[in-house]
């Protein structure tokens, strides 16, 4: 058994996406000697924009980021859904994290600009890229990586952030199930926003089209998403949709939908099908623990993905503060605390991306009455759960 202080600790994180890069920040921290290793030659600024929700602010705000990071970001006051015509469903509003959490309910922010404020507050943490991990082996003495370039090296810990189709988690549990949720996803980024459009409200619209989301971004821009039913992932007619394509498709949705679509150029319109990973029975393997989407990979219907992983690093920093000798036990600490909660999460997601892509007219008229009549109360029942991360 290891019994070694933080600052004598040697620990690798496989994967520089959000979760590496937050977690390596956060055990450098306590003082742990971590080298990040990324399979990708250059770390390009991925994707479009991303919402983050109230427990990522408190995260950030642990490890002593929040104002780094809000600095590029637009914090919102109020999350609508609409129907068809842009009348609202069900709205929820801020005010409840500020008084109660004391900290800004979610806020929105370009992926490259996230991205590049965790690499600048990494300072001197090693990150070697172009190291696309293969195998790993691990004895008394620590866990030895191999990766395709024909490096080795060997580490007291290693964490696996690399992702949902995670070669460390194929490696140790060979028969996970990456589910496809039934619906396929567009999104993109504009430069311009429309005339009048509330830069403090996302919006999300249900239609019997799909889903369209409009989530504003500091500096005038507006990132947006769309989600189409689809029987099976990959679909080739989806495959090629042009902008044309998706104006065509949500043309009849309210006003500024088109207009969006409109304004963004061809080439910032990614397109993904939404997967998840089935909920995992075991996070901790002796020396080596799954983080983030390798860990816990959901559909973004919650807008909770990757506040998972930033929380990831949080409690993983907690943890070996109270426990600083045997972080194999810290590891089954870690998935005691956090797999109930990316579980229900996980859970919760996929449910609700299926009532939000409803698409028989009956059903979507039905769906809207009842959510009209939802209690108020359910949403800040919905703050206390996401804001109960175990990690204050
Ligand atoms: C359409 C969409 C919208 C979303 N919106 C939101 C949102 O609004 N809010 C939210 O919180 N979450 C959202 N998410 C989820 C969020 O994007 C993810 O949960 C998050 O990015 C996962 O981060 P990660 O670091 O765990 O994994 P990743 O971002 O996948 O990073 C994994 C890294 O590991 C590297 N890697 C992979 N294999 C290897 C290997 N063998 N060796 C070395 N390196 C390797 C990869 O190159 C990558 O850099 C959304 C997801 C999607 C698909």
């Given at each position: 058994?290891?019994?070694?202080?933080?600052?004598?600790?040697?620990?690798?994180?496989?994967?520089?996406?959000?979760?590496?890069?937050?977690?390596?920040?956060?055990?450098?921290?306590?003082?742990?000697?971590?080298?990040?290793?990324?399979?990708?030659?250059?770390?390009?600024?991925?994707?479009a924009g991303i919402?983050?929700?109230?427990?990522?602010?408190?995260?950030?705000?642990?490890?002593?980021?929040?104002?780094?990071?809000?600095?590029?970001?637009?914090?919102?006051?109020?999350?609508?859904?609409?129907?068809?015509?842009?009348?609202?469903?069900?709205?929820?509003?801020?005010?409840?994290?500020?008084?109660?959490?004391?900290?800004?309910?979610?806020?929105?922010?370009?992926?490259?600009?996230?991205?590049?404020?965790?690499?600048?507050?990494?300072?001197?943490?090693?990150?070697?890229?172009?190291?696309?991990?293969?195998?790993?082996?691990?004895?008394?003495?620590?866990?030895?990586?191999?990766?395709?370039?024909?490096?080795?090296?060997?580490?007291?810990?290693?964490?696996?952030?690399?992702?949902?189709?995670?070669?460390?988690?194929?490696?140790?549990?060979?028969?996970?199930?990456?589910?496809?949720?039934?619906?396929?996803?567009?999104?993109?980024?504009?430069?311009?926003?429309?005339?009048?459009?509330?830069?403090?409200?996302?919006?999300?619209?249900?239609?019997?089209?799909?889903?369209?989301?409009?989530?504003?971004?500091?500096?005038?821009?507006?990132?947006?998403?769309?989600?189409?039913?689809?029987?099976?992932?990959?679909?080739?007619?989806?495959?090629?949709?042009?902008?044309?394509?998706?104006?065509?498709?949500?043309?009849?949705?309210?006003?500024?939908?088109?207009?969006?679509?409109?304004?963004?150029?061809?080439?910032?319109?990614?397109?993904?099908?939404?997967?998840?990973?089935?909920?995992l029975r075991q996070?901790?393997?002796?020396?080596?623990?799954?983080?983030?989407?390798?860990?816990?990979?959901?559909?973004?219907?919650?807008?909770?993905?990757?506040?998972?992983?930033?929380?990831?690093?949080?409690?993983?920093?907690?943890?070996?503060?109270?426990?600083?000798?045997?972080?194999?036990?810290?590891?089954?600490k870690f998935e005691?605390?956090?797999?109930?909660?990316?579980?229900?999460?996980?859970?919760?997601?996929?449910?609700?991306?299926?009532?939000?892509?409803?698409?028989?007219?009956?059903?979507?008229?039905?769906?809207?009455?009842?959510?009209?009549?939802?209690?108020?109360?359910?949403?800040?029942?919905?703050?206390?759960?996401?804001?109960?991360?175990?990690?204050?």
């Amino acid at each position: 058994m290891l019994s070694k202080q933080p600052s004598s600790m040697k620990i690798a994180i496989i994967g520089g996406g959000i979760a590496g890069l937050t977690t390596a920040i956060a055990l450098r921290q306590i003082g742990i000697n971590v080298t990040i290793y990324e399979a990708n030659q250059e770390l390009r600024p991925a994707g479009a924009g991303i919402a983050l929700a109230a427990n990522a602010v408190k995260a950030f705000e642990l490890l002593g980021l929040r104002d780094k990071i809000l600095a590029h970001g637009n914090p919102f006051e109020l999350f609508s859904i609409l129907d068809k015509q842009g009348k609202i469903i069900t709205e929820s509003n801020h005010f409840a994290a500020k008084e109660k959490y004391k900290v800004i309910g979610s806020f929105s922010i370009h992926r490259a600009d996230l991205q590049k404020t965790l690499l600048e507050a990494m300072e001197d943490i090693p990150l070697y890229l172009g190291h696309q991990f293969l195998t790993l082996t691990q004895n008394d003495e620590g866990v030895t990586l191999v990766f395709r370039n024909g490096h080795t090296a060997t580490f007291d810990y290693v964490l696996a952030a690399d992702g949902i189709h995670s070669a460390v988690r194929r490696q140790l549990v060979p028969n996970t199930k990456i589910r496809y949720a039934g619906y396929t996803c567009w999104r993109g980024v504009t430069d311009t926003a429309p005339v009048g459009l509330n830069p403090k409200q996302a919006t999300e619209t249900w239609a019997s089209e799909g889903r369209f989301g409009i989530v504003p971004l500091q500096g005038g821009r507006v990132y947006w998403f769309a989600c189409v039913n689809a029987p099976t992932g990959d679909e080739p007619r989806f495959r090629n949709f042009t902008k044309t394509d998706l104006l065509h498709h949500f043309g009849q949705l309210h006003a500024p939908v088109a207009e969006i679509i409109g304004l963004t150029p061809d080439k910032r319109i990614l397109h993904n099908d939404i997967i998840d990973l089935k909920p995992l029975r075991q996070l901790a393997y002796g020396k080596v623990l799954l983080i983030g989407d390798a860990a816990h990979a959901m559909t973004p219907n919650m807008g909770q993905g990757a506040c998972q992983g930033i929380e990831d690093a949080v409690v993983l920093q907690r943890l070996i503060r109270q426990y600083p000798t045997d972080l194999s036990e810290v590891f089954q600490k870690f998935e005691a605390i956090r797999l109930p909660r990316t579980t229900t999460i996980v859970d919760r997601s996929f449910t609700l991306g299926k009532i939000a892509q409803v698409s028989q007219p009956w059903l979507v008229a039905l769906r809207n009455a009842l959510f009209r009549l939802m209690p108020a109360g359910m949403n800040n029942r919905q703050l206390d759960f996401i804001m109960d991360m175990n990690a204050a």
